[in-house]
């Protein structure tokens, strides 16, 4: 799975990136999970479902403060 990008991350209501966040926080369990079992394959997906997580909660932060 690529890294989201910004254009769709935007176009998401606040349900959807709450939503969003929350599959990718159970993702990044189940990885770290994998990692200690040595079963991890592709061991970037770690590290961009962490950055996924940082860029929705930064524009979902800045839609908010748009939004005052």
């Known amino acids: ?3 989201m990008k910004v254009e769709d991350i935007r176009a998401m209501s606040d349900d959807q990136r709450e ?3 929350l599959n ?8 770290r ?4 079992t040595g079963q991890l394959e592709n061991t970037s997906r770690l590290r961009e479902a962490r950055r996924d997580i940082a860029r ?6 800045q839609a908010r403060a748009k939004k005052k």
């Open 33 to 36: 999970f994998q990692r200690a």
């Open 1 to 3: 799975m690529a890294p």
């Open 19 to 21: 939503d969003a966040v």
């Open 24 to 31: 990718l926080k159970k993702e990044r369990f189940n990885l």
């Open 56 to 61: 929705i909660k930064t524009i979902a932060a």
